[in-house]
């Protein structure tokens, strides 16, 4: 991208997702950002920067969506507080924000949203990928809404393929979001701002940062950088 780079803040934990933090950067730099860390602890980076990815990792605590903790593991608390808090300021500031697997349940639960703690519970057939040689192929075929920011980002094609690596999934929408794709099972696979909203989020189930050797993963970073160097 052409002009300077805007800051786009990449949350991860101070516990783990090294490997995601590393492929959230360069799928961010690759698309014309500047990526700046945000870990528990860096909530003053914040303000400086343009537009936000909230990455993958461990799931998220269900007392923040009014559950009982029936399958949610590896909490980690000051990175939900953390993440909460970016949700927060990027709406008060119409900063876009982007959502990777538990980034966009998490945004749908900043929005006071829920979600199901194991998706194979609700979802007849569903089943989480665990080959690691798996999460980089996409093999999961999605139904994308027409006229929506992810259909953008796939030039049109509404019955695109993407990877997938999650076990939780969205169960009651939040505020001020619509969905913008399901799975074959009805699952909910991307969610957006409702139309008409001027602030740009955007929430995928899936890694495009993994599979960034596809042009639409990559379209996807290079949509919120833009929406940044808007703001």
Not at 120 to 147: H, N, W
Request: net charge positive.
């Amino acid at each position: 991208m052409i002009g300077k780079r805007p800051p786009i803040g990449i949350t991860t934990s101070q516990k783990s997702g090294r490997t995601l933090w590393v492929f959230s950067w360069l799928a961010v730099f690759l698309a014309g950002g500047k990526p700046v860390k945000l870990m528990p602890g860096s909530e003053k980076r914040m303000s400086t920067c343009d537009g936000f990815l909230i990455t993958g990792g461990s799931d998220i605590n269900p007392d923040l969506y009014g559950h009982k903790n029936t399958g949610s593991h590896f909490l980690d608390h000051p990175r939900d507080q953390l993440e909460l808090s970016v949700v927060k300021h990027a709406s008060a500031e119409n900063k876009p924000l982007l959502g990777i697997c538990r980034g966009a349940q998490m945004i749908n639960v900043a929005r006071s949203g829920t979600l199901h703690q194991n998706a194979r519970d609700i979802y007849e057939g569903f089943q989480p990928t665990e080959s690691l040689l798996a999460k980089v192929f996409s093999r999961r075929f999605i139904e994308v809404e027409p006229a929506t920011l992810v259909a953008r980002t796939f030039k049109g094609d509404l019955r695109p393929r993407v990877n997938s690596l999650h076990r939780q999934s969205v169960q009651t929408l939040g505020r001020g979001l619509q969905v913008s794709a399901r799975d074959a099972l009805g699952m909910v696979q991307a969610l957006e701002s409702e139309q008409g909203q001027e602030q740009f989020v955007l929430g995928v189930q899936w890694h495009p940062e993994l599979i960034l050797y596809r042009p639409s993963s990559l379209r996807m970073f290079r949509a919120l950088v833009r929406a940044a160097q808007n703001t």
